[in-house]
């Protein structure tokens, strides 16, 4: 359960004041999510979300994240809109930790995506791209090629732990990754972590996006790889050539892709994998025993960094020409 943080009646009512948000009616920590805590409210007003910033948000990085919901919202995205305090600011801070409300997104997210799913993620996705544009704040992206191999620095010595072998395949990688990885395709602002938790349907409908937090400046292809790598796997490893096809003819209905970006898919899709796999990896070496969290498997995405290693062409990932 990610509530890494206690909030108390006191200081939250206190907390709330600050707002336009009506009396407090209840509050409950939210058990999902490895990231941030986060808590449910009913107010007499309306229900939000109450999120409090952990340790991988940059304090920096907030005017970013809330500025952008803010950006995609006012231009049709369905997304959290964050509340502003009654004297503007957007942030707060709530038992020590930097704090927002954020509205409440109705739906449910799909614990088995099928390939419409897919489809309709892919539409989001490149809706979402476009919406972005225009959007005066930047971020560069800080779990790219350089915040790998940081992540690995400290990973690398332990990973043989893991999995036998492991130091000289991630090794030989992320020499790979660098060398090869594209430049020059169109950039712009990606959410960088559309996983299935990360996208709200109602019945089968898709009724928004949420979880911006790791939203950053880089190519748009990398966040359709990121999706490729989330949506279109089976439990099981196998990679679904039907939601993979069905989720990009779902981007490029909206937002077609060059032929230099389709030729980069097979790289991005490796650095994708590589990126979670990296994450899952550190907290899984660091994370203590006990922590109300669960951990994520750094493996499955080590088994998918190996799928895309034997990709030649981005016509396997259901691609048609
Ligand atoms: N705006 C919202 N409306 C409704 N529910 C929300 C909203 N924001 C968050 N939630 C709920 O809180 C949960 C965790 O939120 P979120 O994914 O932002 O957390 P996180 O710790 O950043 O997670 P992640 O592991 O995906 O990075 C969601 O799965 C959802 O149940
Ligand atoms: N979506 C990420 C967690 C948040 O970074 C994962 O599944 O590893």
Same mark, same amino acid.
């Given at each position: 359960?990610?509530?890494?943080?206690?909030?108390?009646?006191?200081?939250?009512?206190?907390?709330?004041?600050?707002?336009?948000?009506?009396?407090?009616?209840?509050?409950?920590?939210?058990?999902?999510?490895?990231?941030?805590?986060?808590?449910?409210? %009913?107010?007499?007003?309306?229900?939000?979300?109450?999120?409090?910033?952990?340790?991988?948000?940059?304090?920096?990085?907030?005017?970013?994240?809330?500025? /952008?919901? %803010? %950006?995609?919202?006012?231009?049709?995205?369905?997304?959290?809109?964050?509340?502003?305090?009654?004297? #503007?600011?957007?942030?707060?801070?709530?038992?020590?930790?930097?704090?927002?409300?954020?509205?409440?997104?109705? #739906?449910?997210?799909?614990?088995?995506?099928?390939?419409?799913?897919?489809?309709?993620?892919?539409?989001?996705?490149?809706?979402?791209?476009?919406?972005?544009?225009?959007?005066?704040?930047?971020?560069?992206?800080?779990?790219?090629?350089?915040?790998?191999?940081?992540?690995?620095?400290?990973?690398?010595?332990?990973?043989?732990?893991?999995?036998?072998?492991?130091?000289?395949?991630?090794?030989?990688?992320?020499?790979?990754?660098?060398?090869?990885?594209?430049?020059? !395709?169109?950039?712009?602002?990606?959410?960088?972590?559309?996983?299935?938790?990360?996208?709200?349907?109602? #019945?089968?409908?898709?009724?928004?996006?949420?979880?911006?937090?790791?939203?950053?400046?880089? !190519?748009?292809?990398?966040?359709?790889?990121?999706?490729?790598?989330?949506?279109?796997?089976?439990?099981?490893?196998?990679?679904?050539?039907?939601?993979?096809?069905?989720?990009?003819?779902?981007?490029?209905?909206?937002?077609?892709?060059?032929?230099?970006?389709?030729?980069?898919?097979?790289?991005?899709?490796?650095?994708?994998?590589?990126?979670?796999?990296?994450?899952?990896?550190?907290?899984?070496?660091?994370?203590?025993? #006990?922590?109300?969290?669960?951990?994520?498997?750094? /493996?499955?995405?080590?088994?998918?960094?190996?799928? %895309?290693?034997?990709?030649?062409?981005?016509?396997?990932?259901? /691609?048609?020409?």
């Amino acid at each position: 359960m990610a509530v890494y943080t206690d909030i108390n009646e006191i200081d939250l009512k206190a907390f709330l004041a600050q707002y336009e948000a009506g009396e407090l009616l209840s509050y409950k920590g939210i058990a999902e999510g490895v990231e941030n805590s986060n808590f449910l409210l %009913h107010t007499s007003k309306f229900p939000l979300i109450l999120t409090l910033y952990e340790k991988r948000v940059e304090k920096s990085d907030l005017p970013f994240f809330l500025g /952008l919901m %803010h %950006h995609l919202s006012e231009r049709g995205l369905n997304c959290p809109l964050p509340l502003p305090r009654k004297d #503007g600011e957007l942030l707060g801070e709530l038992s020590g930790r930097p704090a927002a409300l954020i509205s409440f997104l109705e #739906g449910m997210w799909l614990r088995k995506p099928e390939a419409q799913h897919c489809r309709e993620v892919g539409a989001a996705l490149a809706k979402m791209h476009i919406a972005g544009e225009g959007f005066e704040l930047t971020r560069p992206n800080a779990l790219s090629l350089e915040g790998w191999q940081v992540l690995w620095a400290k990973s690398e010595a332990r990973a043989d732990e893991v999995e036998e072998g492991l130091e000289a395949e991630i090794g030989a990688e992320l020499d790979f990754l660098s060398i090869h990885w594209p430049k020059d !395709l169109p950039a712009g602002v990606i959410h960088a972590d559309l996983f299935p938790d990360n996208v709200f349907f109602l #019945g089968d409908t898709l009724s928004g996006l949420i979880d911006f937090y790791f939203a950053c400046n880089d !190519l748009l292809v990398y966040d359709l790889s990121i999706c490729l790598n989330s949506w279109c796997f089976e439990k099981d490893g196998a990679y679904n050539i039907t939601k993979g096809k069905a989720m990009i003819e779902g981007y490029q209905s909206v937002r077609p892709l060059s032929a230099a970006e389709i030729e980069a898919l097979p790289i991005l899709c490796r650095g994708s994998a590589l990126r979670f796999f990296l994450t899952r990896l550190y907290d899984w070496l660091t994370t203590p025993a #006990g922590a109300l969290v669960v951990k994520k498997d750094p /493996l499955e995405y080590l088994k998918k960094l190996r799928f %895309h290693r034997a990709v030649t062409n981005a016509s396997e990932y259901g /691609l048609i020409a």
